[in-house]
């Protein structure tokens, strides 16, 4: 038969077996209960669709459908106002505008941006046609 230190000793160590077993180490009673493994839902995110170019108004940031367009950077003489956009998409931006040249002003003139390029400050239009003739800037 095996002594009673002995009996004592397997029993203490039986019973810090079960004891941890049942309880991680520095576990803090408490009333609330977090649920550990739950399951989770991923839902899927969109898709952020290429931003659309925009045009430089001779400087400063492009701009996406501007209501004015000058047609010199020298002077204030050549110029388009009161844009309405029909379209603009990622080739082209097509609308109707008022030039006003000088001292005229030249009604439902057709106004089409086009040829976009990357810049240092994103996707900008490089060219700019009025009534089917490019003009250059």
Do not use: Y
């Amino acid at each position: 038969m095996p002594s009673p230190s002995r009996t004592r000793a397997l029993f203490l160590l039986g019973l810090g077996v079960v004891v941890s077993a049942c309880s991680p180490p520095h576990e803090q009673a408490s009333a609330l209960k977090v649920d550990t493994a739950t399951a989770t839902r991923v839902t899927p995110t969109a898709t952020t669709a290429a931003p659309l170019p925009g045009v430089i108004d001779c400087v400063g940031a492009p701009e996406h459908q501007p209501a004015t367009l000058a047609l010199s950077c020298l002077n204030d003489e050549d110029k388009l106002v009161d844009i309405s956009w029909e379209r603009w998409s990622s080739t082209t931006a097509v609308g109707t505008a008022v030039r006003e040249t000088g001292s005229t002003r030249t009604r439902d003139v057709r106004v089409e941006l086009s040829a976009p390029v990357t810049t240092s400050q994103g996707l900008v239009f490089s060219a700019i046609a009025v009534d089917d003739r490019e003009v250059l800037l």
